[in-house]
């Protein structure tokens, strides 16, 4: 299915956000922008919802935290009690004091690099991956709003562009794919 | 957009736009590198490759090349240890902790604090694992299951916390910085003109297009690994000092040898930070984004830090006197009095009297006197560790173990050697790196910039 696509580009990081919100309230649906640095409050205008990247962090520690209560168990109490001036480590908890330290590096060790690597997937930005944004100048100062025809099918294109015109963007390409 | 107050001095200063400060930081990259740092460079190798020398020396002869004997088991290398450990914990602080407490100024510095804590911890980590003089069998400290029988690790011992805090904290920066640099690579990556260039930078960049999604994920990251790496900073050196504290070693088991090291690791870090810095902002250009404000500002933290290490010393003379016990009474007077006077009172005058000097304004917004004291601040630490270590364990129980440490020239080497090494990559860091969070930078030009602030349009509401 052939489908247009719509770039707009801006130089001004408020000139967009100010002109999606006037396009979002005309019912126009903006799949996509693209910024060279985080443009606060554009999420909720174009409909992005908020990462749970939080929640997998949590998560991440949580298991780190569980492994390095078990493996510490296993280790110091089950396996090889070891007996230091004759007391040996009879139960996990008379020797847990010794055991918070590492149960805390082990936690933040799980839960950093669990996100980060989430984040990497998530992204679907890794090593050797090619550049997908629209314009080099978008990771300089330019903003990029991307529309596509597809997906605005109550608004023809000479409306689309009339809309635009309104917002006084800096550059208009349109591109067809398939 | 955040506004900020009208008489808070600009962070950004001159008539910058976005292109600018991509223009600013990305051109020493892209440009040949000047003959200065070829120069340095040069230096730098030569005295790091000196000291990759001197371990393999050491690693083929054994620990005996040392000045360590029979009384002094420890001596310069765990002092280098927690020096370099303790000059790394800056730039967690300025990336992790400003960034919770939502400090703009960190954002010109960043960067390259971060580069400094990871070449830092790079250096420390090399101290014990080349004390362990056989190298090739240091994965020993990891719990594996093992030929020997069913013996693991002691995770009772400080030294096994201390593997465990500072691998999770040299792996966590590490992370934490690249996953800043990435968006800024990616800058480089779509302005590159020669392909070598740019396919280098392409593969580095993981191929980042911008999206608002993306900035929202990397947004929420950075703030999470912010929150895990701010107890793990103050983490790390508290187990360090558990090397120390959890022994009974007069002079040695303090309970107050935590925050102590904490905030001495903070103190010395920050000097570092402003060492490089100073030079940095002037050899690439970048005196417009790290200026004098931002001196001021570590300087206070220098103030504050130094402070509260200066209290810890004299807390701990207190109560080495209160506590009764002679022994430590004795390790403290040793210290002072004892034949490492000269270095007690070094530590004393480099770390108690110069960061009182900050509390005049004049003095800590002038770029040359914070560049002297920066020095004066790292010598006067290296000397903490030396004091502590070895003026306690120099004079033992019986006097007949009595001993004195005289470093031997490999004991030198090494040490000298860490310092060239930590050059070599700090300065391949500065030549191929942006060593300004660029993008981020970005963000706050329009609450913080000149030229923004001094435009009439700048308190009116929107």
Redesign the interface.
């Known amino acids: 299915m052939s489908d247009k696509v719509i770039y707009v580009m801006y130089d001004d990081d408020?000139a967009l956000k100010d002109s999606a919100k006037k396009l979002v309230s005309k019912g126009v649906k903006i799949s996509?922008?693209?910024?060279?640095?985080?443009?606060?409050g554009?999420?909720p205008i174009?409909g992005?919802k908020?990462?749970r990247?939080?929640i997998m962090?949590f998560l991440y520690?949580l298991t780190g935290l569980t492994l390095a209560t078990l493996?510490?168990r296993y280790?110091?109490v089950t396996?090889?009690p070891?007996n230091?001036g004759g007391k040996p480590n009879f139960s996990y908890l008379d020797?847990m004091l010794?055991?918070v330290?590492?149960s805390?590096?082990?936690t933040?060790?799980c839960?950093?690099?669990g996100?980060?690597i989430t984040?990497?997937l998530?992204?679907?930005?890794?090593?050797?991956?090619?550049?997908?944004?629209p314009d080099?100048?978008?990771?300089?100062?330019k903003f990029v709003m991307e529309i596509r025809l597809n997906e605005n099918h109550g608004i023809s294109e000479a409306e689309l562009d009339e809309m635009l015109k309104e917002t006084g963007f800096f550059e208009l390409d349109k591109k067809e794919i398939n | 957009m955040q506004k900020e107050a009208a008489i808070r001095e600009p962070l950004i200063l001159g008539h910058k736009t976005y292109h600018d400060i991509t223009e600013d930081v990305c051109r020493p990259i892209e440009d040949k590198a000047p003959k200065m740092w070829y120069t340095l460079f040069g230096i730098a190798l030569i005295i790091g490759l000196y000291g990759v020398g001197c371990i393999l020396y050491l690693l083929g002869t054994g620990i005996g090349v040392w000045g360590l004997n029979k009384t002094i088991g420890w001596a310069w290398d765990i002092t280098n240890f927690v020096w370099w450990v303790g000059i790394g914990h800056a730039g967690t602080l300025i990336s992790a902790v400003l960034l919770l407490f939502r400090q703009k100024w960190r954002m010109a510095i960043n960067r390259s604090a971060e580069a400094m804590t990871i070449f830092a911890v790079f250096m420390a980590g090399l101290f014990p694992l080349i004390h362990m003089g056989r190298l090739w069998v240091g994965y020993w400290v990891l719990p594996l299951p093992n030929q020997f029988g069913s013996l693991w690790v002691n995770f009772n011992s400080p030294l096994l916390w201390d593997v465990f805090a500072i691998s999770t904290y040299l792996s966590v920066s590490l992370v934490f910085w690249y996953i800043g640099l990435i968006p800024d690579f990616a800058t480089i990556r779509d302005r590159a003109k020669k392909p070598l260039s740019k396919k280098m930078y392409s593969i580095l960049a993981f191929g980042w297009s911008g999206r608002a999604k993306n900035w929202n994920r990397f947004e929420l990251v950075s703030l999470v690994l912010a929150g895990l790496a701010t107890p793990l900073v103050f983490s790390v050196h508290s187990i360090v000092s558990f090397d120390f504290a959890t022994s009974v070693i007069p002079g040695w088991h303090t309970t107050i040898f935590p925050p102590y090291f904490v905030a001495g690791a903070v103190f010395s870090g920050f000097a570092m930070v402003q060492t490089l810095l100073l030079v940095m902002r002037k050899a690439m250009g970048l005196e417009a984004y790290i200026h004098t404000k931002h001196v001021e500002y570590m300087n206070i933290v220098i103030m504050v830090t130094g402070s509260i290490v200066g209290t810890a010393y004299i807390t701990e003379l207190f109560i080495s006197w209160y506590s009764g016990v002679e022994y430590e009474s004795y390790a403290f007077i040793n210290r002072a009095t004892g034949p490492y006077w000269w270095a007690y009172w070094s530590m004393m005058t480099c770390n108690v009297i110069s960061p009182q000097l900050m509390w005049i304004p004049k003095l800590r917004r002038s770029l040359l006197f914070t560049f002297f004291i920066s020095i004066v601040v790292n010598i006067g630490m290296w000397f903490e560790r030396y004091v502590i270590i070895v003026t306690s364990i120099h004079r033992d129980y019986v006097p007949a173990a009595w001993s004195m440490h005289f470093p031997s020239h490999i004991d030198i080497g090494v040490y000298i050697g860490t310092i060239g090494l930590f050059f070599v990559f700090f300065l391949l860091f500065a030549r191929f790196f942006p060593v300004l969070a660029l993008n981020e930078v970005k963000t706050i030009l329009k609450g913080s910039g000149q030229s923004y602030k001094e435009s009439p349009d700048y308190h009116k509401h929107h």
């Not at chain 1, 996509?32 to 443009?39: G, H, L, Q, T």
């Not at chain 1, 998530?122 to 944004?133: D, E, I, S």
């Open positions: 408020e996509e922008v693209f910024s060279p640095f985080p443009i606060h554009i999420d174009i992005i908020n990462t990247l939080g962090a520690g493996g510490m280790f110091m396996d090889w070891m230091i020797n010794a055991f330290p590492i805390f590096e082990f933040v060790l839960a950093a690099h996100m980060a984040y990497l998530r992204n679907k930005t890794l090593p050797g991956m090619p550049a997908q944004n080099p100048r978008t990771t300089d100062d």
